[in-house]
């Protein structure tokens, strides 16, 4: 059996950069590519993130495509302040890295999913840790490849705690609830990576400083980047003791499942005030045989850690 193959689809903030690096240094999987979201910050400028990213760590030939700009019931999006707090204006924390002299895809970022799930079928899985906007276009595009994808395994959404953003809802979901329900409701087969357990897996300085005595380029910007975002927390007052690995979290669980506790639930999202962007069950499908979401409610968070530090210090070591 090949390996299987994972495609990003990133607001290519802090965690999110995490989350690549988490992708690169896994061997059990190949990234083949990542696809750009807008949230933490404006699309193209987190597609340059990526290429940098890439480049950083000593990748120069996985691709990396563009993706919506906005959501699909709004025809702009601007970056929230609370977004820019937590990652800097340039989403890395204002630290700067090299640039990368690589273009992105020519091809568009939902072809790219649709093509891959035609390619790769049950072998694909496709880590949306942004908005769900690139994911539900392309099911709408082509409705045949939700039942092609391997699996779907998203950061987003809250079931068992309120939201980051609003009483209710999470960031991600809520930058786009209409596409977020529509995957949801799709025949997708998806595990929720929310807030319930990424909360309960912290970095704090301790860790950073372990990657700055690596000092390397590489260890030395992640080191600086993730101080960036600790600080924001600790600036935030969120009671947590360190910084949520939200994205890599999703990330790990695409390869190791058993890192997680799921229940199996047909999930909604409400997209009408007082509760929009609230993960919750759909009521109309509580009595369907079979669920397509497993949601996330605990995890097996000293293992996660200490196999997030060997992975990237050890690709850190060699960048
Ligand atoms: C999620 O929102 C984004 O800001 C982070 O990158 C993460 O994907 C957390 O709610
Ligand atoms: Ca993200």
Known sequence: MGRKKMILDLDTGIDDALAIAYALASTEIDLIGIVGSYGNLQMLAGVQNSLNLLNLLGESNIPVYLGEKHSITTQSFDTLEISQEIHGMNGL?????????????????????????????????????????????????????????????????????????????????????????EVFQSKLPITMVGLDVTLKTLLTKKETELWREIDSPSSRAFADIVDYYINAYANLKTNLDGCALHDPLAVAVAIDASLVTTLPINMKVDTEAPFSGRTIGDETRLNSNQATTVVAVAVETERFLSTFMTRLSTLFSKN
């Not at 891959?116 to 082509?142: M, R, W, Y």
Request: hydrophobic fraction near 40%.
């Open 93 to 181: 924390g204002d630290i700067k890295i090299p640039k990368s002299s690589r273009p992105y895809a020519s091809e568009s970022g939902i072809d790219f999913i649709i093509d891959s799930a035609h390619e790769f079928q049950s072998d694909l899985i496709i880590v949306p840790t942004g908005p769900l906007t690139n994911l539900s276009l392309a099911i709408k595009k082509d409705p045949k490849i939700e039942t092609l994808i391997g699996k779907v395994v998203l950061m987003g959404g809250a079931l068992t705690i309120p939201g980051n953003v609003t009483a209710v809802a999470e960031a991600n979901i809520n930058q786009d609830p209409e596409a977020a329900n």
